[in-house]
């Protein structure tokens, strides 16, 4: 039997993007339990708490902020990668355009 094209328990990620307290996480919830895929959740919130310092902080400290971002876009990669399967994450790289933006140093490995 084949598979019909509205079948998503095959095929590509799916990844819930969105602005702040929209319901990112919700949908994301939702979609993995109708599609039976994993899901990876925000991993910034876990990084966040690993750091142990307040997010006040690190909003306004470039080292701080960077840190946090390059932490970020580690786990998300590293998330992805530990899936055997299509899946769906309550975020997508999002940080990348975000660390592009407010770092230096991110800037500087992307133009070497």
Known sequence: MSKSKTDMSA?????????????????ARWIAKQTK???????????????????????????ESTEFQHRVLERQI?????????????RSICCLAYTAQHTLDFRAELQS
């Not at 095929?11 to 949908?27: P, Q, W």
């Not at 590293?78 to 309550?90: H, I, L, T, Y």
Request: with cysteine.
């Open 78 to 90: 590293e998330e992805e990668r530990q899936q055997e399967k299509p899946f769906v994450s309550d």
């Open 37 to 63: 895929r994993p899901l990876i959740t925000e991993v910034s919130r876990k990084v966040w708490a690993e750091m142990e310092r307040p997010l006040s902080e690190i909003r306004v400290n470039l080292d």
């Open 11 to 27: 095929g590509h990620n799916i990844y819930v993007v969105g602005a702040h307290a929209c319901g990112k996480s919700t949908i």
